[in-house]
Structures are given as C-alpha cells and as structure tokens.
C-alpha cells in the first residue's frame, strides 16, 4: 500500500510539472483563473485516489493523460481562435481610462472603490489624480501609468546621457565559484582567484557573495563583513 501511495505521489508530481510546462513560463500572479483550476482540479483528482485503493495507479495514470490532452487542446484552441480568449481565460478590463473611472467595468468585475484604491496603493500610487489608466488583468493584477506630471523625471527629460549599464553576474555564492556563471562571463578560475587575492581575500570560501560586471568591476562581501554588519 505505501509504495502504491508513493507511486501515486509521483505521478501526482510529474503532472503538475506537466501542466507547468503546458501552461508556459508564468507568475502565479499571471496565471488566470482558468488556470487556476487546471491545478485544483488536478489536486481533487490525486486526493482521490491518493487512499483508495479501489482507484488503482492505472487508473489516476489514465486520468491524469487525459486531463493533460484537455488542457493541451484548450490552450491550443485559445491560441488559435481569438473569439474563445475571451470567454476562457478572460480579457484585461480597464478600470480608469484617461482619469476617469469606468463604473461599468468596476461593477462588471465586482470591484469596490477601496479596493481598486488598495490595488493603486500597491503600485505607489496614493491619489486618483495621478492615475492615467489602470488596467485590471486576467490574473488579478494592476497595471498603471501615471499622469505625466505624476511620474518622476527620466534621463531623457533631463537631456542626460548616462553611462549604459551592464548586467551583475554572480560569481561566488557562499563561499562556491558559479562555473556556469564564470563561463558566462567568459571568465576562467585563476582569473577569478587572482582578482580576488587582489582585493585582500585569500580564498573563494571566504567569500559571502562577489559580484562582477564590465562597467563596475566586483561587489563583494565576505563572511566576516557580513557578520559584523549583523551585530
């Protein structure tokens, strides 16, 4: 019984991962409802089965395929037919546009005034006024853009031209050199080593953590700094 129980797990496991997969590289907070229930559904299925044992390993294997077929062809149905988008996975709404707010949208989508407000303060934003448009997404989330007059000054604006910046790669991470990162870099070991004895650490292990870019060079603490910044 334990090892049909532990089979069962894992075939519980392997689906998710499956439907992870199927549903693509997304924040739960991007996820909709709709998928959503793909995984709850799932959960009700593997509860099931998990200790009866009149539901056989066969059994929730064979479930588990053809819920996987069906969620495989509803995604593909939606990406190909537009006019099912919509009633499926659901459609951004927009709930403030031009700073106005849309009560048609706010009472289509159940919203209150507060909540809407809470959502903005979420987002930094503590006034209607500076709100240009507010869009309420399929997974729940806010998307805002601010008033011109609302949003902070940007280089551009400024007629500033600064520096480009390149991206930080981690190096060492609690005392271990990151290969794949290093290699990344287009870094070796003894580059890495020698430009570390340099900065007065003998050893990788010493490290906490060192990151390097081209424009900055290395960022780096060591353990002992890091446990004299906790005191």
Do not use: C
């Amino acid at each position: 019984m334990y090892l049909s129980i532990a089979i069962k797990l894992l075939l519980g496991l392997i689906s998710l991962l499956v439907i992870m997969r199927v549903l693509g590289k997304k924040e739960m907070a991007q996820a909709t409802p709709f998928d959503f229930i793909y995984a709850l559904v799932l959960g009700g299925i593997l509860e099931e089965g998990l200790y009866d044992s009149k539901v056989s390993i066969l059994h929730i294997l064979f479930t588990f395929a053809v819920w996987a077929v069906l969620i495989y062809a509803i995604e593909i149905l939606v990406q190909r037919k537009d006019n099912l988008r919509a009633p499926i996975k659901g459609q951004p709404a927009l709930l403030i546009e031009n700073g106005n707010i849309n009560i048609k949208a706010m009472d289509k989508n159940h919203m209150e005034l507060e909540q809407l407000l809470s959502m903005l303060r979420g987002k930094g934003v503590f006034s209607l006024r500076d709100v240009k448009y507010a869009i309420l997404e399929t997974g729940g989330t806010l998307s805002v853009m601010k008033n011109a007059d609302a949003e902070p000054p940007t280089a551009k604006m400024m007629d500033i031209k600064p520096p480009s910046k390149e991206i930080s790669i981690l190096l060492i991470d609690e005392g271990a050199i990151e290969k794949e990162n290093l290699n990344f870099a287009g870094k070796t070991t003894d580059w890495l080593l020698s430009e570390i004895e340099k900065l007065g650490y003998e050893r990788a292990e010493d490290i906490y953590y060192a990151e390097w870019n081209k424009e900055d060079g290395f960022y780096i603490k060591g353990y002992d700094e890091e446990r004299e910044t906790a005191k």
